[in-house]
Structures are given as C-alpha cells and as structure tokens.
C-alpha cells in the first residue's frame, strides 16, 4: 500500500509537471503572437507616413501597465519593444491565463482530494491488517493453550502409565522370587 501511494505520489508530480510544461508553452505561445502582433503594426506603421515618431512614443507604453501577471521572457521582450495600444489583446491572454490558473488550481485540488482519499484508504487497510494480524495471534495463542493443555494431560497419563508399569513389574519380581523359593528344586 505504501508503494502505491508512492506511485499516485509520483503520478501527482508528473502532472503538475506537466501541467507547468503547458502553462510555459502557452506563455510562450503567447510571446510569439505579441510579436508577431509587434511586426504587422510596424509594417503597418511604415505604410502610413501621416504618423510622426512623438505620436507613435505616446502611443506606446510598455506592456506593464497592461498586464499584472506575465512571463519574463514576454516583460524581457517588452522591454525591448514597445507596442502601440496593446490593451484589447492582452485581456484575453490576462484571461486565458487566469483560466488555466483556475484549471491548474482545480486539477491540483483533485490529485490532493485522491492523495487525501488514497491516504485515508492506506490508514483504513493498514488498520484492517493490524486487526487481523491481532486476531490471528490471539488465534494461535488459543491454539497454543490447548495444544499445551493437550500434552499436559497426555504427559500425566504417561506417568501414570510408568507408576503401573512399575508396580507391574515388582509384582512380576515378586512373584518370580517367590516362585523361586516354593520350587527351588525344579
């Protein structure tokens, strides 16, 4: 039971394991798409001569205010780029991330409410075990009394046996010797 615990343990951590690798990926994924977002509006930007450079620098505030929660690769990209007007995007990857938050938060509470239940399940067998393992020795103890009761009786009826056998066999003496004494001529 031990080892299987072990075993959904190990399981456990392979998923949140996995379930980091995909998080990473999606905000990796996510990186890409800004960027790419990044250069369609820079090419944007170069087939519209009507924008001068203050214009685009007021337009442009890092992704910091956007977004509170962000993967450094994608707050190291932003450093060096800046992009114009980004808000309508990020709100769903501020959501898409909250959500696989929430999907994490509620795998993680299943895999501790299986662990919990597995916990539960070990201390219940490890409890049954110890109960038939009591009952087992009381088991044999009984046996064991009887046994010994059983070889007390037969031990007492072998010595009386003996004393018998040992009054029958000075009688036999006697006899023989008085035998002896009433026929000495034979």
Do not use: C, H
């Not at 615990?5 to 951590?13: M, N, P, S, T």
């Amino acid at each position: 039971m031990a080892a299987e615990a072990q075993k959904q343990i190990e399981d456990l951590q392979a998923q949140v394991r996995l379930l980091t690798q995909k998080a990473t990926a999606a905000v990796d994924k996510w990186a890409d798409y800004e960027d790419e977002i990044q250069e369609l509006r820079k090419q944007q930007s170069q087939g519209e001569p009507s924008r001068d450079s203050t214009e685009q620098r007021s337009e442009s505030p890092s992704r910091f205010s956007y977004l509170p929660v962000q993967n450094r690769l994608s707050s190291f990209l932003s450093a060096r780029k800046s992009t114009p007007n980004l808000q309508s995007p990020q709100s769903p990857s501020a959501t898409d991330l909250a959500a696989a938050l929430s999907r994490e938060q509620k795998l993680r509470q299943a895999a501790e409410k299986k662990l919990d239940e597995g916990s539960g399940e070990l201390e219940e067998l490890s409890s049954q075990l110890f109960q038939q393992a009591n009952e087992m020795v009381a088991t044999e103890r009984k046996a064991r009394a009887k046994l010994e009761e059983r070889v007390a009786i037969l031990e007492s009826r072998d010595g009386e046996k003996r004393k018998r056998l040992e009054k029958l066999e000075g009688a036999v003496a006697r006899i023989e010797r008085v035998r002896g004494l009433l026929a000495p001529g034979r």
